[in-house]
């Protein structure tokens, strides 16, 4: 199986690109300072002196990579969808043979993030501040869309067109609304809204998207 192609997050503002290992590993620490505030004090408690404090560094160093909040906000988010989709290629890779195996990847994928990575369950992809809040030509979920579309097309060798790029977007819209209120008052989730999820998702891809058997 082909390796997915990258993510257009290119639009992420920074003021220094990460060239450098030393550079890269200060913007990690910027952003894992942001993830950890957002679960103590929710996004509101980012702040630019709070995450120099958080991450032992100074308010000059934030302001050298990122112009403001909204931009490191950005992206962690953008950080969030690669580690999202590199969850999710492995399981796709692990799915057997039948159509539509690999779809409950995508959705333990997105349960695992929102459980275990910090700072996830409130920002996810950052549609909670702005639906298009990681590329403004696209909204986070039809990036995912296409993404998964262009998957797709790997599995079975065909050129995925816009339709069924369409009826993937649909589901995954389906999915981004249930699974936020899946965990919108549990943090370890309402498994009755998760298990509607499959079925209602994966009903509507097997009736709008007749993929071959493997």
Known sequence: MNAPTALATDKVAMRTEP?????????TRLLDAAASLIDDDGIDGVTTSAVA????????????????IQSLLRALAARNMERYLEIVWKGVEASG????SSFD??????ITMTRSEPGFRALRFGDVIDQRFISPE???????????????????????????????????????????RAFQLDKRS????????????GDYLRT???LPRS
């Open 19 to 27: 060239i450098q290992q030393r550079s890269s590993e200060r913007i």
């Open 97 to 100: 043979p039948e159509v539509w």
């Open 208 to 210: 709008h998207i007749p």
């Open 53 to 68: 404090q958080r991450s032992s560094s100074s308010v000059g160093v934030v302001y050298r990579y990122f112009p403001n």
């Open 105 to 110: 990847s995508t959705l333990d994928a997105f």
């Open 190 to 201: 309402d498994e009755r809204f998760i298990e509607t999820t499959r079925k209602l998702c």
């Open 138 to 180: 696209l909204s986070n979920n039809a990036i995912l869309a296409r993404e998964f579309a262009a998957q797709i097309g790997r599995t079975y060798d065909f050129e995925p067109d816009e339709t069924l790029v369409f009826h993937v977007e649909v589901a995954v819209e389906i999915a981004s609304g249930l699974l936020y």
